[in-house]
């Protein structure tokens, strides 16, 4: 064996088979540092030294930003899910980002706006309903992404005065 190799099962090793690892779990989509170790430490079992060894290897790299990698998360849950601004906190705390970074993040949502947006796009799917059914469906469609009751409620009566407004041809 030469001098820079390591045996297989020391801690040169397995330092090396958790960092490829680490790629391997960040590979498929980004993931918050947390969510890395998680994975590391208890799905493969590495130690607590290779895990940190191997993130912080990735953080030196730019390949793990818990900033970077929040931002990207609430754009896409705004633009593609119409999740509101406590849906997104609540699924960065689950990934384990700092609560300053989650504030920082969501912290310029317009959940108004994009309950009027979310609410616009399902209300097409809505069309021909009475009012009771489009206020339940549309109600229910809005609190699963989060909205506030009182906000929800002001999105679909202006939804459903809209619709009126269009049907009347105003």
């Known amino acids: 064996m030469s001098k820079g190799e390591t045996a297989p099962g020391k801690p040169g090793d397995e330092h090396q088979q958790c960092y490829e690892a680490a790629l391997y779990y960040i590979e498929y989509r980004p993931r918050s540092e947390a969510e890395v170790r998680r994975h590391l430490i208890y799905k493969r079992r590495f130690t607590e030294e290779s895990v940190s060894r191997a993130v912080a290897r990735l953080r030196k790299l730019q390949l793990i930003d818990d900033r970077a990698f929040s931002e990207m998360w609430a754009r896409e849950r705004v633009s593609h899910r119409h999740k509101s601004s406590l849906m997104i906190k ?57 909205y506030s009751a009182e906000l929800v409620r002001g999105v679909v009566a202006r939804l459903w005065e809209s619709r009126k407004d269009e049907k009347d041809g105003k």
């Open 90 to 146: 609540r699924e960065l705390m689950q990934k384990g980002v700092d609560g300053m970074i989650i504030e920082r993040v969501t912290g310029g949502i317009d959940d108004e706006a994009n309950a009027l947006r979310a609410g616009m796009c399902k209300a097409r799917n809505l069309r021909g309903l009475e009012y009771q059914e489009f206020y339940k469906r549309l109600v229910a469609y809005l609190s699963r992404k989060g």
